[in-house]
């Protein structure tokens, strides 16, 4: 547990060592506050609040989704472009708590880069009606998403030496994952109902967003994100014979 | 025909190009397994995704055939490929490919798994209903599992061959082997564990929910009741919605003085009751007021209750209208152009929800007054209130005078106006006011709506009167606000004797745009206007009139956005209606739409995009500092 903790809150502080990561936070910020001004909020017919707040959380996860594959990309080929994976290879750490370690300083990013929006619904509350579990539920939607894609760009970036392949191969993956709801329509059963249930966003992201806590959604996110996990351990621990 | 057509050359196409890069990559790996005497690993991938598309996207027919006959060849050619490696390997590079011949032999068991559950095996063997389904079932979920549990290994072996092209370290074999098996495990795990989340799942909804509370409006009817009510709730022990409602009636109750009496029943165990009340179910609230009931129905389901139960207050005080009050007549004036609740064109001229939300829950019939049922010889005696409402034609001079005996009987009037509609001098002299000509703009309270200048006479206002219509508006001014889409000014005359208060007033800087151009120019001052004011004729049994500049506001559009909007229509013509009591607040737990005008759009705009990143930029610049010191 301690190798994991060293790991995540080394690669966390990483994150903020200099300016960028705050400039990054600010212009994602922006833009996730053009969007809701835009869609939520801009001119044209007037939403009830909850729908707002979805419409928020829509918008989160798009940004939350992205972050997590722009971050996740350099967190194992930048170390192996480097040569710095020798330390960890050669570490009392486990490929599994190496992974998961990243995971973790990933997963802290995200979170405080979604909660750093929270003004965005939290303006909704002036005039219209929300309650504080539908955010709460949300946002716990929001950060089961982004930890599977997290877990997938983890993998990618166990796969590839340059932080450009891996990160393509994540957007590839989680594109995938996002659109093979439409499989769904053109396999018969019961692939097609593994298809509908394997889309990362329509089944299980939605109801987050419309304020609905239900088990099959987070242990959907959780059994991706271990299976990644998982995944990208197996990888480092193959390496380490080559 | 021609769709027809250009479907099959469409997939005919497809398929060619699909088959020609099968072919191409095929010819790569083979060529890269005799050579180099590297695994057939994704060969075998290869033929498993043309089986895949085969047996699953392809349907019946040639092209399934077709692609499921390429699939198995390419798999068994692979097999054969990774024989002929082995034989020409020695060591442990030998061993290797013994694995993955094992693991690909695991694959073909999976495989026939599969193949043991299709039509024609399954025909042959004569299976009924119920076997057939656990045979497919069965066999159907574990091929998948087999296969996986043979293609990893197999991956994994042949990533070992790729990166020890001649001597194998001792282990890394036997590891590779365990990974692939683990990995496979781990995902075939995936499957039942989420399919049991599935079919067990649970789900709660936490979006906003509340039971109303009592309102201002509510406690004033049942605080003023001359006999007592009787509120009977038809609800089995231990009922959610029964609990929802409780805490309602019993806040009602209180608020009676003790001319509310709240019983709380099972149907099925007071049947005579029931029957009198003329009561069949549960989930019925019935209101008795001496021999005269009302009921309205609560679903028993909590779920489907929930949206009933944030309008309670509503329906118990329309219910208690109906109850208390009996019905009365408003005289709606048609035959010159009114906006209408029959409106089609026009949608800021219809006004149904005005009669639907407004005029209904009071107990308000409304009745069509034109010159077929005397509009131009006296207004019936049954008439409450009269409306005009923005008429775009001239009323005919016996119309103006009945109206005028109207307001000097005592009469009462809504008259609303409209830049464009017919200003009804006559009339307004004789209650002793003024209108204007063209529409009130603003530079920046307005709603916007078309986009550009135009939108500069979509007036919103919070600016009241202290006349007692408007009280409650003008107690939540901060956050409620009017939106008048062109709006005339009306204002006293200054020579009536009338009594004229002013209800709403534009922000300052206002100007009359009487030359359309949306642009303040020469002759248009700019200052604070009156838009709507209420009007009392001498002595205490004189008229009562409300003018209001724009019907606009009474739109169907308005008043279901705008809270603001509602209670102006309503508070006002409960005053017409001399039932003051029945003004104020009326509870509701129901969602709102958020409305805003073009000055705060730019300010939530400014906040989202520029203030807030900016703050965590500077904070984030200030802790990168710090700690650079620090350090």
């Known amino acids: 547990m301690n190798n994991i903790a060293l790991i995540a809150r080394r690669d966390f502080a990483s994150y903020f060592n200099g300016y960028a990561m705050w400039i990054i936070f600010a212009g994602l910020l922006g833009l996730e506050g053009l969007f809701f001004a835009v869609r939520a909020l801009g001119p044209g017919a007037a939403m009830y609040s909850n729908e707002i707040v979805a419409e928020y959380f829509y918008v989160c996860w798009g940004h939350g989704v992205a972050a997590s594959v722009l971050l996740s990309m350099r967190a194992i080929a930048e170390e192996r472009r480097d040569g710095t994976d020798v330390l960890l290879t050669t570490s009392t750490a486990t490929d599994g708590q190496v992974v998961v370690g990243k995971w973790l300083a990933i997963m802290g990013v995200l979170t405080l880069f979604t909660l750093l929006s929270a003004y965005l619904p939290a303006l909704v509350l002036v005039h219209g009606k929300v309650s504080l579990a539908h955010l709460a539920v949300g946002y716990l939607g929001v950060i089961a998403a982004v930890g599977a894609t997290s877990a997938i760009g983890i993998f990618g970036s166990s796969l590839f030496r340059f932080q450009l392949a891996a990160g393509l191969f994540t957007a590839i993956l989680v594109v995938a994952l996002v659109i093979v709801w439409i499989l769904a329509d053109i ?36 059994s991706l994100t271990s299976v990644f996990l998982m995944l990208a351990a197996r990888v480092l621990e193959g390496r380490r014979w080559d | 025909m021609f769709e027809i057509v250009t479907n099959s050359l469409l997939y005919l196409t497809l398929s060619v190009i699909i088959g020609l890069g099968l072919v191409v990559t095929l010819f790569v790996l083979v060529r890269d397994v005799l050579l180099r005497m590297s695994g057939s690993g994704l060969i075998l991938l290869l033929g498993l995704a ?31 490929l990774r024989g002929f490696a082995m034989g020409r390997s020695e060591g442990e590079r030998r061993t290797a490919h013994q694995r993955g011949l094992v693991f690909s032999g695991l694959v073909v068991v999976g495989l026939a798994l599969y193949g043991i559950t299709l039509e024609s095996v399954t025909g042959a063997l004569g299976f009924g209903e119920e076997a057939l389904s656990r045979w497919t079932v069965t066999w159907q979920c574990l091929s998948p599992i087999v296969v996986l549990l043979g293609v990893l290994p197999v991956l994994g072996v042949d990533r070992v061959l790729a990166a020890h092209p001649r001597a194998i370290p001792r282990g890394a074999l036997r590891r590779a082997v365990e990974n692939g098996l683990g990995s496979a495990l781990a995902i075939s795990l995936l499957f039942p564990v989420n399919y049991l989340a599935n079919t067990h799942d649970k789900t709660w909804d936490l979006a906003y929910f509340r039971t109303t ?43 009676s003085g ?72 408003i005289y709606w004036m048609v035959g010159h152009g009114e906006a209408s609740t029959k409106e089609k064109e026009d949608q800021l001229r219809k006004l149904s929800v005005f009669k639907r939300g407004i005029l209904d829950p009071e107990n308000l019939k409304l009745v069509e007054f034109g010159i077929t049922n005397g509009s131009a010889d006296k207004v019936p005696d049954d008439a409450s209130v009269v ?59 307005f709603v916007p709506i078309v986009g550009g200048k135009a939108d500069r006479v979509n007036l919103a206002s919070n600016k009241f009167g202290s006349h007692e219509s408007v ?66 004729g001498e002595g205490e ?64 705009f400014a906040m989202t995009v520029l203030g807030m990143p900016l703050l965590i930029l500077g904070f984030g610049i200030i802790l990168v500092r710090v700690r650079g010191r620090n350090r």
């Open chain 2, 50 to 80: 043309a089986l895949f598309v085969g047996e699953r996207w392809m349907g019946e027919g040639t092209a399934r055939m077709a692609f499921s006959g390429l699939g198995v060849l390419v798999l068994l050619g692979s097999i054969g």
């Open chain 1, 187 to 222: 396999t018969e059963a019961p692939f097609s109902e593994v298809m509908a249930y394997a889309a990362i966003y329509n089944q299980h992201y939605e109801p987050f967003r419309e304020g609905r806590l239900n088990i099959s959604g987070l242990v959907y996110y959780a």
């Open chain 2, 471 to 536: 009280k409650l508006l003008s107690r939540n001014s901060s956050q409620m606000g009017v939106v008048m889409p062109t709006v005339r000014w009306v204002r006293k005359k200054a020579d009536t004797k009338n009594r004229v208060s002013t209800l709403m007033r534009s922000f300052p800087d206002t100007w009359s745009d009487d030359d359309g151009d949306f642009e303040a120019g020469e002759g248009e001052e700019k200052k604070v206007f009156e838009v709507a004011v209420a009007v009392s």
């Open chain 2, 387 to 445: 409306v005009l409402a923005a008429p775009e034609k001239e009323l005919l001079p016996e119309e103006i005078d009945v109206l005028k005996a109207w307001l000097d009987g005592g009469g009462k009037l809504l008259l609303l106006s409209d830049p464009g509609s017919d200003k009804l001098t006559a009339l307004t002299d004789h209650i002793g006011v003024e209108v204007g000509d063209g529409p009130l703009a603003h530079m920046q309270a």
């Open chain 2, 213 to 255: 509370a009592v309102g201002e409006s509510t406690k004033s009817i049942v605080g003023s009741l001359a006999e007592p009510v009787t509120v009977t709730l038809f609800y089995p022990a231990g009922n959610d919605t029964r609990k929802e409602l409780e805490p309602y009636f019993t806040d009602l109750q209180n608020a």
């Open chain 2, 541 to 604: 049994d004189g008229f009562k009139a409300i003018v209001v500049g724009d019907v606009n506001l009474y739109s169907d559009v308005l008043l279901q956005r705008s809270q603001g909007n509602a209670l102006f229509a309503r508070d006002t013509l409960l005053w017409l209606l001399d039932d003051p009591d029945a003004a104020g607040d009326i509870e509701s737990e129901e969602d709102v739409k958020v409305v805003h005008t073009r000055e705060e759009d730019l300010a939530w």
């Open chain 2, 258 to 329: 003790g001319q509310i009496d709240v019983r709380v029943v099972d149907q099925a165990l007071e049947p005579a009751l029931a029957e009198e009340l003329g009561v069949r179910d549960n989930g019925t609230i019935a209101f008795t007021q001496g021999e005269i009931h009302e009921k309205f129905k609560l679903d028993t389901d909590i779920e489907r209750a929930k949206r009933d139960l944030k309008t309670l207050d509503e329906e118990v005080r329309k219910t208690l209208i109906k109850l208390t009050r009996g019905q009365r007549t």
